[in-house]
């Protein structure tokens, strides 16, 4: 079989490039440990706070040690439920301290719903029957927005709630 140069030429390219993908996928699985976010933790959608994480007192910020956090939240049509303050106040802004790895964790106790921090890299669906996690890494004081990325219903555009990273 005779092959033209050019033929030859491109045939190498391809193969090289598919080569080089592969590796990189390679690499990133086997070495640096990406993988898809687990699914496999799962819930009743019914009855939420049986879970210890979902417990109306476990609800919102909890500190796991110096700069590491874990907020809970459960999202239903149209909020997202960070617990009660205190004080007995409705949490609606979450605040954290500068420079905090903060994991966020939450369920859906109805449809589905988005779990979206503007402006980081934290960004999940909240589903019912299912935990999701992320994680994220606040090292600029400011404002955040969580919205909800996923159509959920009539007040779906009222689906939001705020975090505040402040400077100690
Ligand atoms: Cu919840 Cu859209």
Redesign the pocket.
Known sequence: MHLHKYEKMWMLIGGGALLIFLIMLGVGAFYQGTKPPSCLTTIDPQNVEAHDSFKKENLGMQQLDDNRYVVNVI?S??NYDFGTDEEGNVVRTIRIPVGSEVMFQGTSTDVV??FELAGTNANMMLEPGYINTVETTFNKPGTYTFV??????TG?HY?TATVEVYDE
């Open positions: 999202a049509a149209f719903h988005g909800c990325n996923e159509y959920c219903g779906h689906m």
